[in-house]
């Protein structure tokens, strides 16, 4: 079974740093596009960024030049690291497995607080 699992979320205060992790089981992860989204009350759930199989990377413009997306196909996990903390950035984050041809998977998500 395809499994991703979120962690690393928690309160922040403002312009601090935090490091969000998706743990990826269940199928071949290597080679695969992930993706970050966040939503927060009362809000549509927004994309945030895209990692290719390649390395290859796509920021929606809310969080680019602070957030950076990367992997490690050796421990099938995606990162999301956060710099710069707006309380706007407050959501709940969710990891997204996009698998060959159309299949996708929805992790359950991470609490990110940012507030003074």
């Known amino acids: 079974q395809v499994q991703l699992v979120e962690s690393g979320g928690g309160m922040v205060q403002p312009d601090s740093s935090l490091r969000l992790s998706c743990a990826a089981s269940?199928?071949?992860?290597?080679?695969?596009?992930m993706r970050w989204y966040r939503q927060a009350p009362g809000k549509e759930r927004d994309f945030l960024a895209h990692?290719?199989?390649?390395?290859?990377?796509i920021y929606a413009d809310s969080v680019k030049g602070r957030f950076t997306i990367s992997r490690d196909d050796a421990k099938n996990t995606v990162f999301l690291e956060m710099n710069r903390l707006k309380p706007e950035d407050t959501a709940v984050y969710y990891c997204?497995?996009?698998?060959?041809?159309?299949?996708?998977?929805w992790g359950q998500g991470t609490q990110v607080t940012v507030s003074s």
């Open positions: 990692i290719g199989g390649d390395g290859g990377t």
């Open positions: 269940g199928y071949t992860f290597s080679g695969t596009a």
């Open positions: 997204k497995a996009i698998i060959w041809p159309a299949t996708t998977f």
